[in-house]
């Protein structure tokens, strides 16, 4: 089986704008990371095993680069399909993980659409331009 490459997310794409609520109780957008070198966009979840498997991984990044390199959560998933999904829940995972970035909900999925997310983790690197540099594979 042959992997299809997503000819929208090339490297240079420069990373279309967002404005999301934060599990924090802030909102989000690509502005809020203005000052960062680089940002780190993480679509993620709280049920996925390989979602829950790189969030110490992206927690240790996050600490390690605090001040040069931005992160950032964001959760698209359908709360129907995933109650343990919903923004409460990620509320809740948010403080029981110590998450150390914003986790943001996409609760329309609009996001995650513009980016072409395929699944979770689908982990983004963005120069401080805010153009692509690195995405993990689907």
């Known amino acids: 089986m042959a992997l299809v490459e997503s000819t929208?997310?090339?490297i240079g794409w420069e990373a279309p704008d967002f404005d999301l609520p934060g599990t924090d109780g802030k909102n989000y957008s690509l502005d809020?990371?203005?000052?960062?070198k680089g940002l780190v966009i993480a679509f993620t979840c709280n049920h996925?095993?390989?979602a829950k498997?790189?969030?110490?991984i992206l927690k240790e990044l996050a600490k390690k680069h605090e001040g040069t390199i931005a992160f950032v959560g964001i959760n698209p998933n359908d709360e129907e399909t995933f109650p343990e999904d919903s923004f409460e829940e990620m509320k809740k995972k948010a403080a029981e993980w110590e998450i150390n970035f914003p986790y943001l909900r996409d609760k329309n999925q609009k996001t995650a659409q513009a980016y072409d997310a395929k699944c979770t983790p689908d982990i983004y690197l963005f120069d401080k331009d805010r153009k692509l540099y690195y995405r993990g594979k689907d």
């Open 32 to 36: 809020s990371f203005k000052n960062a």
């Open 48 to 50: 996925c095993p390989y």
């Open 8 to 10: 929208k997310t090339q």
């Open 53 to 56: 498997a790189a969030l110490p």
